[in-house]
């Protein structure tokens, strides 16, 4: 599941380049969290395993929360080659679901990963998260 990671939890993928937060394999039934990441509360950590293991049990393969060089979470899914049981169309529209449910998850850990491992400024990026609620909440407002 994870040959590609090296220590540290960073894995290069084709085309892309992350550090991954935490992942599960219905393979070997194991459930990984990058110790870079222990400071995270319990509570959320438990979340992410929950999030991790359920969907592994769900649609199979191999999911993975991580992050972009950027600092914006990524969720990943893949198969093992030969994996009738994967079901990929599941595992799309569940990854949807993930976002939109965990949406206020996700932007927190990308402020704590921006700020932790990126050094930015929290009071800066927490006053876009503002500025994007807002318009967000506009946008809401005129569908109405």
């Known amino acids: 599941m994870y040959d590609d990671m090296d220590a540290s939890g960073t894995t290069a993928r084709q085309d892309r380049y992350r550090i991954v937060l935490c992942g599960a394999s219905a393979y070997d039934r194991k459930y ?7 400071r995270l509360p319990e509570s959320v950590k438990e979340e992410l395993h929950i999030l991790c293991v359920i969907f592994t049990e769900e649609v199979g393969g191999i999911f993975t929360v991580g992050f972009t060089p950027a600092g914006e979470v990524v969720l990943d899914t893949e198969q093992e080659e030969g994996d009738l049981l994967y079901d990929e169309i599941g595992s799309a529209l569940l990854i ?5 449910e965990k949406r206020e998850l996700f932007r927190a850990l990308s402020v704590y ?12 990026l927490l006053d876009e998260e503002d500025e994007s609620d ?3 909440g506009e946008d809401d407002a005129g569908d109405d």
């Open 113 to 124: 990963f921006k700020v932790t491992f990126l050094h930015q400024d929290a009071s800066a």
């Open 32 to 38: 990984y969290f990058n110790k870079k990441f222990d």
């Open 96 to 100: 949807k679901k993930i976002r939109v």
């Open 134 to 136: 807002g318009e967000d």
